[in-house]
């Protein structure tokens, strides 16, 4: 009963040793983005830029649509 016991002690003192071996983090994988402060200004600069682009490319459809129905008057009504 007593190496039975022994042994049960010896495994669970090498199964916790190899578990917390294998929850400790590997410095050779890649992780998640870190916040260095940098990415989160290039994030607002890069949502300024699209709204920027948004708002234009609006504008250039609203321009385009406004040439055509000058273009054809006022008699098509789908334009209106």
């Given amino acids: 009963m007593m190496k039975f016991l ?10 916790f040793s190899l578990a917390k071996r294998m929850m400790a983090d590997d410095p ?3 992780t998640g983005p870190r916040d260095n402060g940098g990415s989160s200004v290039l994030g607002t600069q890069g949502r300024r830029i699209a709204e920027r682009a948004q708002i ?25």
């Avoid at 002690?9 to 199964?15: E, L, M, Q, T």
């Avoid at 609006?58 to 040439?67: D, F, M, P, V």
């Fill in 6 to 15: 022994t042994g049960v002690a010896i495994g669970v003192a090498v199964g």
């Fill in 28 to 30: 050779n994988v890649v």
């Fill in 56 to 80: 234009a490319g609006l504008g250039a459809i609203q321009r385009a649509r406004s040439s055509i129905q000058a273009r054809l008057g006022d008699g098509d009504p789908t334009w209106n």
